[in-house]
């Protein structure tokens, strides 16, 4: 009877441990994301202007490139009498 208290005990320690480990996760990543937009903010607020502002942020999205065409027929090949 004793033995099976200490295995609920021990089970809900495990879930104790897994919950806490979720919240310290949790909370770490909340405040790295308030501290990204504390910078940001703080960037826009030193800035004189949109312009300079824009000038420093990294481009992160480029513009795709556009893939190549493939020759439908030899007239799209170039070969055609134009």
């Given at each position: 009877m004793q033995?099976?208290?200490i295995e609920r005990v021990?089970?809900?320690e495990i879930g104790l441990m897994a919950v806490a480990l979720a919240a310290i996760a949790f909370s770490a990543w909340r405040m790295r994301e308030q501290d990204k937009t504390i910078s940001d903010l703080h960037?826009?607020?030193m800035a004189r202007n949109y312009v300079e502002y824009v000038a420093h942020q990294p481009r992160s999205d480029r513009p795709p490139e556009a893939p190549e065409r493939k020759p439908l027929s030899w007239?799209?090949?170039?070969?055609?009498?134009?």
């Amino acid at each position: 009877m004793q033995c099976l208290c200490i295995e609920r005990v021990k089970k809900m320690e495990i879930g104790l441990m897994a919950v806490a480990l979720a919240a310290i996760a949790f909370s770490a990543w909340r405040m790295r994301e308030q501290d990204k937009t504390i910078s940001d903010l703080h960037d826009r607020l030193m800035a004189r202007n949109y312009v300079e502002y824009v000038a420093h942020q990294p481009r992160s999205d480029r513009p795709p490139e556009a893939p190549e065409r493939k020759p439908l027929s030899w007239y799209d090949d170039g070969g055609g009498d134009a």
